[in-house]
């Protein structure tokens, strides 16, 4: 201890240990699915407390280092008051119990730190401050429970990878962790991740995609699974047919009434799930236009003949929803000292001895293939948005093509999430966004990393790298190979294969006539601009031409790849004048137009990060862009959203709006605002807005498309930009009519 250090983080962590234990009041933390962390970490607050309080009276003054670990300490019990605080209740329970878990493990490793760094200060403390004191407290912390939930779901998706699917034991540990009590909260947990990956795939992360589709298959059989258990549960002889149950209830029907989406459901259910403001069908997943039920007859008619035929009596509607509907195995709940017997998962084990759940519910040990899977699966999660990514992912363009092809272990990149910042977790589904300035909820960092030391990886690529150079088209195709693997999963590994100068051979090789070489060549740089600084030296390195010559010259793979490498260069605001000069734009349109749906997305993302540079918009139109933009608004072609952002930018300019217009984009533009997402709807209007003020025939146009109803319900049920857009629009046909009266 020094006695001239400043005592202020040690007066602001005792300050945010209070204020964490003043949210013990809120009403809603006790149905948090996350309320066993806040015990947790209540816990390591009453042992702090006492310690901190003593400090502050005496005349000891922290070190440089204990203040240090002070900070860090206030931080995460900040952070963690600040998500109690965040939660409510139609969020993704998954991702957000997720997220509190790995705040709530940090906060248990500061807590040791600095019980530690007390224990080696001991001679300078007051009397009342021995050291066994802290040896107790040290003991106690370790007794606080660790990490479960992830390290639970990893194991699920490595069974569900392999095509065992996760196990029973293993789906009610994962429900029963985050809160997920009845088919009801399953069935909104599932809305809810489609949500995201849909907006994960807007952004073309499919890293985070591909994660948030596993645990939407997690969900679905989750479902499926309570559906056989309450099928158990019915007592009947003849099993009840699954068209005559309702997916919400998993009930059979008595008032059977069909949604826009076609599907079925039991009125009071369906009614109640849309008072919660949900527009989406449980089922499909599909947004909802209306709330409109139509009752199906020929449903409930079927239903009244096998009830008869089977001598079985119709449940009523109203007692199931005014009933728990509780998940059969979770009635009740595991305390946070108590291990489930059907699953053992110990508290104290961490991912570095993993363990396998098996079928009899022992536990065993997992084999090193196993173990690199599990690797893997911590490694593919990618949850990047702006704000909350560091150098390690990148918000919108990162993106590894057709290397998860290359091996049977699914190929993802490394993430580390900032957990400070503010997370969508908190937000109901009906008011999730659906744009590019979505706040993505944070996963847990991995916690296993590659194995492998910086200095044996330095010293095979600056191996590599040579025969990069070589004159050997066998030795260029190896290290290419090779470097490709390496750069794919490992953030250390992409800053060192930079460091040791590996990537001015990779764009040398740009230009090799081999196309193996070639399109691993390009796919190394892809995998290596997922390091911000490493686009810099891409981009430097003079990358942008050769990237241009492989959009021009390469094979399908190679084509994509170069797209979504310049996309990722672009990001760098400096970056997207180089790229619109070195004519990169023409390919572009081109690979928009002929290439394969891979392609097409690659360049609609590309062009739509070029366009907002405004000498680029010109060159964009000139190029035929358009044209083909307004042919993938098809909902057949599954590429609607990437479309429309582009026209939208594209709009803002003179030339955009008249090619929009006599490219036929009118009446497509109309049609995203009445059924479009939210983020479509968003887009369309915008660029409504522009063509209606740039020319009276387009106005008299989208008037004749039957634009304003839908504008009308956007005004109401919208995003916030969307409402204003729809708003100035239908202001602006009221003033136009105005105008033709008065003339």
């Known amino acids: 201890m020094e006695v001239n250090m400043e005592v202020s983080w040690l007066r602001v962590l005792l300050d945010n240990i209070s204020s964490y234990q003043s949210i013990s009041s809120m009403d809603t933390l006790y149905s948090n699915p996350a309320y066993k962390y ?49 939660w409510e209740p139609l969020s993704s329970r998954i991702f957000y119990v997720l997220q509190i878990e790995s705040l709530a493990s940090k906060l248990r490793e500061s807590s040791l730190e600095v019980f530690q760094l007390l224990k080696h200060c001991e001679q300078h403390l007051p009397a009342d401050l021995v050291s066994p004191s802290f040896e107790d407290c040290i003991e106690l912390v370790k007794l606080v429970g660790r990490d479960e939930v992830s390290y639970t779901i990893d194991l699920a998706l490595i069974d569900q990878k392999e095509g065992n699917g996760p196990t029973s034991e293993a789906l009610v540990k994962i429900a029963e962790s985050v809160g997920l009590r009845s088919n009801q909260e399953i069935l909104i947990e599932g809305v809810v991740l489609a949500s995201l990956k849909e907006n994960a795939e807007l952004t073309e992360n499919n890293t985070e995609a591909e994660f948030i589709e596993g645990l939407i298959s997690l969900t679905t059989q989750m479902h499926d699974y309570l559906t056989n258990i309450k099928q158990s549960q019915l007592g009947c002889s003849v099993p009840v047919p699954p068209d005559f149950r309702c997916p919400l209830s998993l009930e059979l029907m008595t008032d059977p009434v069909i949604v826009t989406s076609g599907q079925t459901y039991e009125r009071a259910f369906i009614e109640k799930w849309f008072d919660m403001g949900l527009m ?91 173990c690199e899977k599990l690797r893997q699966v911590v490694l593919s999660r990618s949850v990047s948005a702006p704000g909350i990514v560091c150098e ?120 090799s006539t081999d196309e193996r070489i070639q399109a691993d060549a390009v796919t190394c740089l892809l995998n290596l601009s997922i390091n911000d600084n490493n686009k810099s030296v891409i981009a430097d390195s003079g990358a942008i031409e050769p990237l241009i010559h492989v959009l021009k010259t390469g094979n399908l793979e190679a084509k994509e790849n170069s797209a979504a490498t310049l996309f990722s260069l672009s990001v760098i605001e400096e970056n997207k004048t180089k790229i619109g000069e070195a004519g990169a734009i023409e390919p572009l349109v081109d690979l928009l137009g002929h290439g394969s749906l891979r392609g097409k997305k690659d360049a609609a993302t590309a062009l739509f990060n070029l366009s907002i540079h405004h000498e680029n918009k010109a060159k964009v139109i000139e190029a035929g862009a358009v044209k083909y933009l307004v042919e993938l608004m098809d909902p057949a072609a599954g590429m609607v959203e990437k479309a429309v952002v582009v026209l939208a930018n594209l709009a803002t300019v003179r030339e955009g709006k008249v090619a929009i217009g006599e490219e036929g984009g009118i009446p497509v533009l109309v049609e995203v605002v009445e059924l479009g997402s939210a983020r479509g709807k968003e887009n369309a209007t915008a660029a409504l807005l522009q063509l ?52």
């Open 38 to 86: 806040y015990t947790r970490g209540e816990d390591i607050a009453k042992l702090l407390q006492p310690v901190l309080e003593n400090l502050v009276g005496s005349d000891a003054s922290p070190s440089e280092l204990l203040n240090n670990g002070f900070e860090e300490l206030s931080q995460y019990v900040d952070e963690l008051r600040e998500q109690f605080e965040s």
């Open 280 to 370: 989406v069908c449980p089922k499909t997943r599909q947004a909802l236009s209306q709330t409109s039920l139509t009752p199906n007859f020929i449903v409930k008619a079927f239903i009244a003949n096998w009830c008869e035929s089977n001598n079985v009596n119709l449940p009523d509607p109203l007692e199931l929803v005014q009933s728990s509907q509780a998940f059969p195995l979770l009635v009740e709940p595991a305390s946070d000292d108590e291990c489930d017997d059907s699953q053992p998962l110990s508290s104290e084990r961490a991912p570095s001895s993993p363990m396998k759940i098996g079928g009899n519910g022992r536990t065993e040990s997992l084999d090193a293939t196993k």
């Open 392 to 511: 390690e992912v990148v918000s919108k363009s990162e993106r590894i093509t057709n290397d998860a092809a290359d091996t049977s272990v699914s190929s993802k990149t490394e993430t580390i999430v900032n957990d400070a910042t503010p997370s969508v977790s908190s937000k109901p589904v009906w008011r999730l966004p659906s744009g590019r300035h979505f706040n993505h909820p944070g996963i847990i960092p991995a916690t296993i990393r590659e194995t492998g030391s910086s200095s044996s990886i330095e010293s095979e690529v600056k191996k590599l790298i040579e025969d990069l150079k070589s004159t050997s088209p066998d030795a260029q195709r190896e290290a290419t190979a090779r470097v490709r693997i390496l750069s794919r999963n490992s953030t250390d590994n992409r800053i060192v294969i930079a460091r040791c100068g590996a990537i001015d051979s990779l764009v040398d090789l740009l230009y």
């Open 692 to 743: 209606a003020m740039h020319s009276q025939r387009f106005c008299n146009s989208i008037i004749r498309e039957g634009a304003i109803p839908p504008l009308v319900a956007l005004t109401k049920s919208g995003t916030a930009r969307a409402k204003e857009k729809a708003h100035n629009l239908l202001k602006y046909f009221k003033s136009q009519k105005q105008n033709q009266r008065r003339g």
